[in-house]
């Protein structure tokens, strides 16, 4: 890890600089802090979480085994939307401890946007339901 990311870090497809900041696109990088403990695609184990389509969290897990056969090393792990934050985090630690505090702060935004998303969808809906055209 140490050696892959010694010849990636100065240039990579993830790497943005912006206004002299140096973040990270990364697809298994949960905060977007573009560093050797963050960057998914250099460490062996690795986790992201993500919001899906059909209102649950889909965490996608990179668990070291299977290195050499993409289609085997990930796996996905779906939880409800109304989930708490720290068993999605103890979930992650379980992988990586040291992306614990980073998975709850994200599992925390992503529960309080599908708490969001429900309350202005219920609300639109009343709304259509009291609407009457002539």
């Not at 990579?12 to 696109?25: A, D, H, M, P, T």
């Not at 986790?47 to 897990?61: G, P, R």
């Not at 939307?81 to 992503?110: N, P």
Request: proline share 2%; glycine share 4%.
């Amino acid at each position: 890890v140490d050696l892959q990311w010694a010849l990636v870090k100065d240039n990579n497809k993830f790497v943005q600089k912006r206004r002299g900041i140096r973040l990270s696109c990364d697809p298994f990088n949960n905060s977007g802090q573009y560093t050797k403990r963050h960057s998914g695609f250099v460490q062996n184990k690795a986790a992201v979480l993500k919001w899906n389509k059909e209102k649950t969290l889909l965490a996608t897990i990179k668990n070291g085994e299977n290195l050499n056969q993409p289609r085997k090393m990930y796996s996905k792990k779906e939880f409800p939307a109304g989930v708490k934050a720290s068993a999605v985090a103890k979930e992650i630690a379980s992988i990586r401890a040291d992306l614990k505090e980073v998975t709850y702060r994200r599992a925390r935004k992503l529960a309080s946007k599908a708490a969001r998303i429900a309350k202005v969808r219920a609300a639109r809906k009343a709304f259509s339901a009291k609407k009457t055209f002539k």
